[in-house]
């Protein structure tokens, strides 16, 4: 069994390399997987330049460095199809987003565990944030048993990622799969467009209508620099709240939820608008009328 980090990144070699520096004296992983967008030559050889870095340190190295932006959603797909390509069944897909700063060998460990057994598929951590987002910060229901009973009386999904480690039907960054689970067909779906928003709870529907449990650990975390701009990140609210509302009906819809809990989700989904301000009303509006 091999251990293998996979990072998409778009357009952010500088932030990059400063995270990848964290896993230099890691004795537990592999190697990893990058899928890079860099839209200029500049930008490519930095990514060379910091690859290159992890080569030398003895790590196994698979990449693509690509002037197309591919997205959230594709440049994700992209690595697990990589992963599907060269690595063996039994081994161990962690996806990190390029601003994560790995901690150390001691947050992966309990996640082997949990993946011995045949009946998990997939298991999620929790990020600890370096810096709070001024526009759409990260949130979290963090009382113990209330957030997975609003997610299945709403339809919006709230996450606790403080209690556990737990059975869960939906968790947070950072994700780790056998790979013998990706193998099974598990993708993100590409139209969630824009921000990418519910991608990853439909991936995680996913695992479960193949009979697979999710375990939420919370001992299997990340740093999580938050860069505010750059990357796939739409920092604009208007943007973002556009496609909150057009992501997350394209999942409702997709899975087949009840009207009562369309119509909540919608009304929590509005609330939060409403807190935001006016360019949040206006994405809302914006997708409204676009449907």
Known sequence: MKIFVAIPTYNRAQVFSLCIKSFLSSKLINGFIVVAQATTSREAEKYVGALKELGDDGFEIFHQITNTRLGSVGARNRLIEIA???????????????????????????????????SVGMVGGRVINLLRRRIDPDFALNIDNLADKLTEITGFILLNTIHGPREANYTSHPFAFRVETLQKGIRYDENYQGTG???ESDLQRQIKALGLKIIFEP????????????????????DRMYWKWKNHTYFINKWHYSTSKKVLSYVILTTYALLNGPPAIRGIVKAVKNR
């Open 84 to 118: 599907v390509s060269i690595l063996a069944k039994s081994d161990i897909f962690i996806i990190y987003d390029d601003d994560f700063v790995y901690p150390g060998d001691y947050t992966i460990k309990p996640i082997l565990g949990w993946l011995n057994f045949s």
């Open 197 to 199: 928003y519910r991608e």
């Open 219 to 238: 001992r299997f975390f990340a740093y999580h620099l938050a860069v505010e701009t750059g990357g796939n990140r739409y920092s604009d609210l208007q």
